[in-house]
């Protein structure tokens, strides 16, 4: 990576192994067994989204299920814990090491725009946690699962939107940048 802040690349490489630890454990630790036990994925696999019937649909199943239930919680209180802080402290280190916010297509950015970059990864881990919260409400035994198994697919959402723009920044910056000459201080 070209320098930008003075994080080192060292610093994103290893913020980068610990997201895909978590990562790993989540997946091989709780989908992968919860899906061997139920048949079906854990609704945080679906990178498509999903909608209210599909989570009211997961309740019914985890109600029937308590192996199953427990997976899913466990995953909530151990690698879910983790994993939101991990990306959204990688998105900012790779936003911040690369400074895209400096020009687009030769023309200086607006500061608006600037601070809108930095703040997708705030957005994506606050997303994030919020889509664990919800979930935790909605498959357990509150009064305000109704409400938090509507709020559940927006979270998701928001959060795959936040990820997906801040990926589709990244990759523009490392694919773009400014050649040899270039008034750009880049």
Known sequence: MLTGS?????????????????????????ALPFQQETGRPMLDTYFSG?????????????SENDVARGLLFSMYRGPELVLPALVTMLLWAILLKLQPDRSYSGKPMHPVLSKAIYALPLIYGIADYAEN??????????GSAASAAALLPWMTKLKFAALAVSAIII????????GPGSDDPQ
């Not at 909608?51 to 309740?59: E, G, I, L, S, W």
């Not at 990759?171 to 400014?178: E, G, K, Y």
């Open 133 to 142: 919260i919800s979930s935790l409400i909605a498959f357990g035994d509150s």
């Open 171 to 178: 990759f523009r910056s490392l694919l773009i940048r400014p």
């Open 6 to 30: 003075r994080i080192p690349s060292w610093v994103i490489g290893l913020l980068a192994i610990l997201s895909a630890a978590a990562l790993a454990w989540t997946a091989f630790g709780y």
């Open 50 to 62: 999903y909608d209210y019937p599909a989570v009211v649909a997961m309740q019914k199943l985890l």
